[in-house]
């Protein structure tokens, strides 16, 4: 059964070369004796429901299209991991669509398409579920490069001590877009999807890009705060 609106999150981009801004997830540890528990693999319906109310509260309460806009980028810096890419466009980055920030992109749909209808417009709990039930984290990855197929071919590993994790899926990249200003001509996106079986949510990571030619960019992160 599919929700009264149509929720499309921005999922499935592609791998790439060049100089890379990479979205990745994991880590964990903790922190002056607050335990930290890194990304949410497990989530009850219960909290569920809550992250989506999180994430339709500001969308509700937004009065104007430059409110929205800030209510969006808040959200992308939320499992935004290195570079700020309006300050840094190749820089390296990457946006982490854990479970969580699924919801919280579904309850914001939720709050937009309430005031647009002017009625309560609610996810139905089987879509809710599906999310809850995800194998997968997805990691999108930016990159930068000299020619519109400067992505084509790059892989993706996650290591995590001695363990090297490999994707269970790799969407293919965007074609390169216009890079406005210094750096290389292009940017292009892909993402990669690790299963939660794989890897540990909580622990150190790096993120290993492995070119066409042979030459890596790695990425050291922890990432325990991440949800």
Same mark, same amino acid.
């Given at each position: ?58 969308? %509700?309460?937004?009065?104007?299209? =430059?409110?929205?806009? &800030? !209510?969006?980028?808040?959200?992308? #810096?939320?499992?935004? $991991? ?37 009625? %309560?417009?609610?996810?139905?709990? =089987?879509?809710?579920? &599906? !999310?809850?039930?995800?194998?997968? #984290?997805?990691?999108? $990855? ?37 890079? %406005? ?47």
């Amino acid at each position: 059964m599919r929700p009264a609106f149509t929720i499309a999150p921005r999922a499935a981009r592609r791998a790439g070369l060049g100089v890379l801004m990479i979205a990745v997830a994991m880590a964990g540890g903790l922190v002056t004796g607050n335990p930290v528990h890194g990304i949410d693999v497990k989530l009850t319906m219960e909290e569920a429901r809550k992250i989506l109310a999180a994430g339709r509260s500001p969308m %509700e309460t937004a009065n104007s299209p =430059e409110d929205v806009k &800030k !209510v969006l980028q808040q959200a992308s #810096l939320a499992t935004r $991991v290195g570079a700020d890419p309006v300050k840094d466009p190749c820089g390296v980055s990457a946006i982490l669509r854990t479970k969580r920030y699924r919801l919280e992109a579904f309850g914001r749909q939720e709050g937009t398409e309430s005031k647009k209808q002017k009625r %309560e417009v609610r996810m139905p709990d =089987e879509y809710i579920q &599906k !999310v809850v039930d995800m194998p997968n #984290l997805e990691i999108e $990855v930016q990159l930068c490069g000299d020619d519109e197929y400067f992505a084509e071919g790059v892989q993706i590993a996650l290591q995590q001590g001695s363990k090297t994790v490999k994707p269970v899926d790799v969407s293919p990249p965007d074609k390169g877009r216009k890079n %406005e200003g210094a750096g290389p001509a292009y940017r292009s996106r892909f993402t990669a999807r690790f299963a939660y079986d794989n890897f540990d949510p909580n622990a150190k990571t790096k993120i290993i890009v492995i070119f066409p030619d042979g030459k890596l960019s790695e990425f050291e992160t922890d990432f325990s705060k991440v949800k």
